[in-house]
């Protein structure tokens, strides 16, 4: 390694003294890539600075929200506007509506919605929603996907969970896993199996549209149609995951790009900004079951935090006016840097495949095209672990797990495709 890391280990060793493996989660601790986590100190545009002052072009973007860039000026702006009127109520403010309004406008199957703090809290609350609405107990979800760390969903689950060889979580009672029934991505028959098997008792399916946490994974054509459509013929709710890919694959996000009208969406990530906002929604059916209209119980006193609401806005109001130039840039700068380190790749003799959405994306360290778990469980971990810590040395930042989602932000320009593309021909030839 030719970095220096002085400061960075020294951080890290104070941190592992006060905090579990010296992180706030997992894939952090950069275990799954055999190599020491650099400490970050700073984010500009699309590069990232640790605490010896390395620098890094950054195909993380703090795992997707920082779609225009790190410390992107009007998000700065509206939250410092924000700030000096306080930093929380714990009591309604008018920007939660404002935001409302900015999603749903975005998003037609959205009806109403409700804010919370993380992408986790939005799935575990719209899961319990959906056997609150429907009166039934079990939950599809599809193996590779991960859709946060409640104990329901972390069965099969990817993200870390994936990275860690860990199919699930200690502490996740059997009985609770049991009413989870965890199937194949990209697989029809399987799910028409399993509503065949459970008629009438399935709550609902929980799908991300595009996987992000096994790698980027598309859908196969018509799978989420037929989702949609295996769902509603047994009253079961489809909840479509847009945590990764809303307002990031385009400005309606993967429901606007496969024409899909889900009966929940879950959000989070982008409409925060930065900050930590998520939300559920969908048909107002299903949510007027929410207290205190209904009988399904959900609450939060940073819910809807007024920082955190003016940030998610400045940034949806942004994308919003600049849609038809940001996404198709993002689109074209994307592909060409996905396929031009998959070339160099197959130049350098090493097996690769990629698979990428938009300004999402994954470089796969296999010879097979990843469509589900299995197929991306045949990369070779090792080899990509050699290729991250390449990659670093030569200043590019990305995932450091192979079975995590890249990103792009409109920050990026030619200059620096060109520059992550000459470490990738450095970092491959080195393994
Ligand atoms: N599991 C998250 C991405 N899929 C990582 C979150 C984080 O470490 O910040």
New binding site residues.
């Given amino acids: 390694m030719s970095r220096k890391l002085d400061r960075s280990r020294e951080l890290q060793k104070r941190a592992e003294a006060l905090i579990p493996g010296g992180?706030?989660?997992?894939?952090?601790a950069f275990r799954a890539v055999g190599s020491e986590p650099p400490i970050l100190v700073r984010g500009e545009g699309p590069r990232v600075h640790d605490a010896d002052g390395n620098v890094y072009i950054d195909y993380v973007g703090?795992?997707g929200p920082l779609i225009l860039g790190h410390a992107f000026a009007p998000v700065l702006e509206a939250i410092a506007k924000a700030a000096q009127h306080g930093t929380s109520f714990g009591a309604s403010t008018p920007s939660e509506a404002d935001l409302a309004e900015a999603v749903i406008q975005a998003m037609p199957a959205i009806e109403k919605l409700r804010f919370v703090s993380s992408g986790t809290e939005a799935t575990m609350s719209a899961i319990r929603l959906a056997r609150g609405f429907t009166n039934r107990k079990y939950i599809v979800k599809f193996e590779g996907c991960?859709h946060g760390h409640s104990d329901s969903l972390l069965v099969k689950a990817?993200?870390?969970v994936a990275t860690l060889g860990i199919p699930g979580s200690a502490g996740v009672p059997d009985e609770l896993a049991q009413l989870t029934l965890a199937l194949p991505y990209n697989n029809v028959a399987a799910v028409e199996e399993a509503f065949k098997k459970f008629k009438g008792q399935i709550a609902c399916v929980i799908v991300e549209p595009i996987v992000?946490?096994m790698g980027c994974v598309p859908p196969a054509p018509g799978y989420l149609k037929a989702l949609q459509e295996i769902a509603t013929r047994d009253g079961a709710v489809l909840i479509v995951d847009e945590v990764?890919t809303g307002f990031r694959v385009a400005y309606g996000g993967a429901q606007e790009l496969y024409g899909l009208k889900p009966d929940l969406v879950t959000l989070g990530k982008i409409i925060g900004g930065g900050l930590p906002v998520a939300a559920y929604g969908g048909r107002a059916d299903i949510m007027n079951k929410i207290a205190p209209l209904g009988p399904v119980y959900q609450a939060g006193t940073l819910s809807g935090n007024p920082l955190a609401m003016a940030a998610g806005l400045a940034m949806l109001c942004h994308l919003r006016d600049n849609q038809a130039e940001i996404y198709p840039r993002l689109d074209r700068l994307s592909s060409d840097l996905v396929n031009r380190i998959l070339d160099a790749a197959h130049e350098a003799g090493v097996a690769m495949t990629a698979n990428r959405e938009g300004s999402m994306f994954t470089w796969f360290f296999t010879d097979k095209e990843v469509t589900d778990w299995n197929t991306a469980a045949t990369c070779d971990t090792k080899k990509f672990g050699r290729f991250h810590a390449g990659m670093l040395d030569a200043g590019v930042w990305l995932?450091p797990a192979q079975f995590?989602?890249a990103f792009l932000s409109a920050a990026h320009t030619e200059d620096d495709i060109n520059e992550t593309v000459a470490a990738a021909r450095e970092a491959l030839a080195g393994l």
């Fill in positions: 992180v706030n989660s997992p894939v952090r703090s795992w991960y990817g993200s870390g992000g946490n990764m995932p995590e989602a």
